[in-house]
């Protein structure tokens, strides 16, 4: 295996090195045009011209036939061509094709002869852009999305993609094909843009001056890497040889939300904000120098207002969102047929009354702050025609993302943050903050990324050999964390409960925090917990990735095309105190093939196996450095029982005693063999272009994960233990942890997708898919809320944790979903002198997630303490306990009905002003689709073989709402009954 991987990685570097240039940047930000030119009898025509011409293109781009009549055109900006095909003594043929984003448009035409000079304007017949690759993805171009009463952020425009469900633990989070939520890669014009923890996007574009969207879900191309998912490749506008822009207003008001159930029941009710939120939007673009340089601006102006409510107290809070958005970008061609742009972008962020967990769990505004976050990017770029055979490209970028003032400053222990532990005599859940916010505003923290990357691309073709449009190129990519992610300004953060009353609601003390209960044992906690938290201020840690990528599409024959790929990637991570965490190689191969089955191009059979190599994140890979894992001790609460904020005993680290702890340079270590999760896939598919210029494809996908991530505390001996001393004090004897790669953990996707376009007139169609997930099962989901790539139970103290039934048993992970659906169109009714109103209404079908029957928190029983057989802190960890198998229960599918309504009316030449109304749950759909799902144990009935009971307790919300998150969630990211947005500018 080892002298196989060489001998690949030699061809890639071979082959990179005849390059005349190593020059784009990861994936592809324009398009291709390829076909065949033949004579007035079919035979391959050599020596034609084929010229293109596009308002989006600098100039035209021209390229001449080979000896097989075959030519190519790459780097074209997406969107409609006219094309020229011309040769001595025959008729000139102008066709019209669309080139998509990152995709293949092909034509082939074949000439006539003529007496006369003429140019003959036909319809061209190309094969629709989804059944003409092997890699599957969706196209969404500005003028639909605009339209369509969606979210237009890239995030909420991938979710419209088959394939794709936004089921995640955190908010801006896609998961394709079953993989990890953080495990998928958003491109802004080539540029990674993932926040380097949670793989979401940073604000760092302005949705009006997106062009175009393409969703990558399978058999994905080489040329793109550092991912486990999918990518969404998005691009922005460059201006163009006649001044257009536009402005646009976006308003909201809470109040234009129907209040949930859960709202209306709330005592006392809280009637949602009358605030008027405004969004300002504007962009133009135009020539400095006609079809030699342009220039593009767009801005975006946010103040925003979020209607919150403190958990149990229920009173009103307002978070307020102020963000600037300015980006700049000059596009020019020096030389005809060389392309070099820059652009520069700034995103800053400003917050007030900000939770610092979330605000389901803020009880008091002294977890709130007024926080900033800086985000810059800058991008330049160069795509050139070195010969007609040979492209080439090249692009720079560095991304600056940061926070400021995110948590507290006092470090006084009494002003440490407060956290529940378990469910109150009250019957008040877990997990509520108050006393002081979370984090340590003294220590900010930056995650940063830089990239190179280049291609080159050679066309080469021969009469026994057919068509290789051969790509190689390279990619050196760095992220940045810096900081020590304190948790806290004091370095303690408290675990406890507090006093309620008789009504199950929190007792405020005289400072209206609420009252803390402090004990081992008191009655209605969980016992108090003490965090200690022990950061390095300041710690830095890199991680380059350099990859290597050859991608051949090869046409070997008027039926077969085959698309063969692979991609080496070499990972290092360096921190502070000269630390290296990872230092491994991958080299992950992606093939296709593809077959007409008519050989008229009409029905095209597909297949594509691929491998992806996952990302290196911060967390995963930070885990045996101070950056962004503070080391910590945990400590347990010995007494005396008291309550309230002035019970001094409690603030007295002597009545504290160690329970467990974790110092990531001293007792976490990391296996030499450290490498991110891989994942193996293969698809089937077949696709059928429709008369009516529409299609309809099929697509089976099975996806199969290895190597996780996993922490083992395996060894309960002398030597699996490390004694930590720092600075004089000793803080005990610790069990080691070792992370590793495993592969007795599973996760398996199997789905099916159903695409299909079909167009009824001219200006009517219907578009839409079904997804089915056939499988999504395993016994590692990974991932939570604000905790991408975490570990498990799995092979902690197996000894004591070793009922696979209770701790991590398998079934549906968190993201299954059986089905979705969508289904859309947009129609334009012209309304003559008076203008046009565009109809677009959508309709989303998405059926019910799972849930397991779990109580969290839950100590060993007697006989696993028994069964330890020396750990050290065994006997005080805690895991979840299951009752059933994983994913066992169903929560409740739903269906929503979206439309917008657009009215637009020219008033002079291109200038239009237009108005335009979302109404998002038409129907007003309200139903409960989500619930409380807390249990606990049946202390009072039947154990198992471990000690553990078998029964469970529904907790006292149990299949109740507790937020108005647990009911439908409409298209743009968020929760409630019937809402109206308004939305109007006007165009030139």
């Known amino acids: ?536 201020r300041g710690a830095t840690l890199n991680i380059k990735t350099l990859s290597l990528y050859l991608q051949d599409r090869w046409q070997a024959g008027n039926r077969l095309t085959m698309d063969l790929g692979v991609r080496y990637e070499k990972v290092r991570t360096d921190a502070t105190g000269d630390i290296v965490g990872a230092d491994t190689n991958s080299v992950v191969p992606r093939l296709g093939a593809s077959f007409d089955v008519e050989g008229n191009g009409r029905t095209i059979a597909q297949a594509t196996y691929a491998r992806y190599s996952g990302r290196f994140t911060e967390r995963a890979f930070g885990r045996n450095t101070n950056v962004g894992t503070p080391s910590q001790v945990l400590l347990g609460y010995t007494g005396p029982n008291g309550q309230g904020m002035d019970f001094a005993p409690a603030f007295d680290l002597a009545n504290y005693t160690v329970l467990s702890g974790s110092f990531p340079t001293a007792n976490v270590f990391f296996d030499p063999n450290l490498t991110s999760p891989k994942t193996n896939e293969f698809t089937l598919a077949l696709g059928r272009e429709l008369k009516t210029g529409g299609y309809a494809k099929v697509i089976y996908t099975w996806r199969n994960t290895s190597d996780f991530i996993e922490d083992l505390r395996t060894d309960p001996t002398a030597a699996g233990k490390t004694t930590v001393i720092r600075d004089g004090r000793n803080f005990g004897t610790f069990d080691n942890i070792v992370w590793a790669n495993t592969n007795d953990q599973t996760r398996t996707y199997q789905g099916l997708q159903f695409l299909s376009r079909v167009r009824f007139t001219q200006k009517l169609f219907v578009e839409g898919h079904w997804t089915l997930q056939i499988k999504n099962y395993g016994n590692f989901e990974g991932e939570a809320a604000n905790q991408p790539g975490n570990g498990s139970i799995w092979f902690d103290y197996p000894e004591v944790f070793s009922s696979e039934a209770r701790y991590y048993p398998s079934g549906p992970l968190d993201e299954f979903q059986r089905h979705k659906v969508r289904i859309w169109t947009s129609y334009n009714q012209s309304l003559g002198r008076f203008g046009s109103v565009d109809i677009a209404p959508i309709w989303r079908i998405n059926s019910g997630l799972t849930y397991s029957l779990a109580a969290t928190g839950v100590p060993p029983s007697a006989i696993q303490i028994a069964a330890n057989p020396g750990y050290q802190s065994a006997n005080t960890n805690t895991a979840t306990l299951f009752f059933a198998d994983r994913g066992s229960e169903s929560f409740k599918g739903y269906g929503l009905l979206d439309m917008s309504f657009r009215y637009g009316v020219p008033i002079w030449k291109t200038v239009q002003p237009w108005i335009q109304t979302q109404i998002y749950n038409v129907l007003n759909n309200q139903k409960l689709i989500q619930w409380d799902t807390t249990v606990t144990r049946d202390l009072t009935g039947p154990v198992d073989a471990i000690g553990q009971p078998i029964n469970y307790i529904k907790g006292p919300n149990f299949g109740k709402a507790t937020a108005s998150t647990n009911y439908p969630r409409w298209s743009s990211g968020e929760n409630g009954g019937r809402t109206i947005r308004l939305a109007m500018g006007i165009r030139f």
Do not use: C
């Open 1 to 536: 295996m080892a002298k196989r991987s060489a001998y690949v990685l030699a061809i890639v570097i071979a082959i990179g090195s005849l390059a005349p240039t190593l020059a784009a940047a990861q994936g592809l930000q324009t398009g291709t045009l390829s076909g065949v030119v033949k004579d007035p009898d079919g035979l391959p025509l050599p020596g034609a011209t084929v010229t293109v011409t596009s308002p989006g293109l600098q100039g035209e781009r021209t390229a001449v036939t080979d000896a097989i009549g075959a030519y190519i055109i790459r780097g074209l900006p997406p969107g409609t061509y006219q094309v020229l095909f011309q040769f001595s003594g025959t008729q000139d043929v102008k066709q019209a094709i669309d080139v998509p984003l990152g995709g293949l448009a092909e034509l082939d035409a074949t000439l006539k002869l003529s007496g006369v000079t003429e140019t003959v304007n036909v319809v061209a017949d190309a094969t629709p852009p989804q059944l003409a690759t092997t890699q599957q993805s969706a196209n969404y171009r500005s003028e639909l999305i605009s339209t369509l009463p969606i979210g237009r952020r890239p995030f909420e425009i991938a979710e419209l993609a088959p394939g794709v469900t936004d089921n995640t633990p955190n908010v801006g989070q896609m998961a394709i094909g079953g993989a990890f939520a953080f495990d998928s890669i958003f491109l802004i014009d080539g540029v990674d843009t993932n926040d380097n923890l949670f793989g979401n996007s940073n604000n760092l574009f302005v949705e009006d001056a997106i062009e175009e969207t393409q969703v990558l879900t399978s058999g994905i191309s080489a040329e793109f890497g550092r991912f486990g998912g999918g990518v969404v490749n998005v691009i922005t506008r460059s201006g163009g040889n006649q001044f257009h822009g536009g402005f646009r207003t976006n308003l909201s008001r809470p109040s234009w939300t129907d209040e949930t159930p859960f709202e209306d029941a709330r005592v006392p009710f809280v009637p949602r904000s009358s605030v008027l939120s405004k969004n300002y939007e504007g962009t133009v673009g135009g020539p400095i120098i006609l079809n030699r340089l342009w220039f593009f601006n767009a801005d975006r102006y946010q103040d925003a207002q979020t209607d919150n409510v403190f958990a149990e107290f229920s009173g009103p809070y307002t978070t307020g969102t102020k963000n600037k958005r300015v980006e700049l970008k000059l596009t020019g061609s020096p030389i005809p047929n060389h392309t070099v742009s820059g652009s520069y972008l700034n995103s800053p962020t400003e917050n007030t009354n900000l939770a610092t967990i979330n605000t389901t769990m803020s009880m008091t505004a002294s977890t709130l702050v007024d926080r900033q976050t800086p985000n810059k990017l800058w991008v330049m770029s160069y795509n050139g025609v070195m010969s007609n055979k040979v492209f080439a490209t090249f692009q720079w970028s560095k991304k600056d993302f940061g926070f400021r003032n995110a948590g507290g400053t006092s470090t006084a222990i009494t002003d440490s943050p407060f956290i529940t532990r378990g469910v109150l005599a009250g019957g008040s859940p877990v997990n509520r903050h108050f006393n002081a916010p979370y984090f340590d505003a003294n220590d900010p923290e930056d995650r940063n990324n830089k990239q190179f990357a280049g291609s080159v691309s050679y066309f080469l073709t021969n009469r026994s050999a057919g068509r290789h449009d051969l790509k190689t190129g390279f990619e050196h990519f760095t992220s940045f964390r810096n900081g020590g992610n304190s948790q806290s300004a004091t370095g303690y953060v408290f675990r406890t409960d507090y006093m309620v009353g008789a009504d199950g609601k929190p007792i405020a003390g005289s400072d209206g925090e609420p009252i803390p209960i402090w004990g081992g044992n008191a009655a209605g906690t969980a016992g108090t917990r003490l965090e200690n938290w022990i950061p390095t």
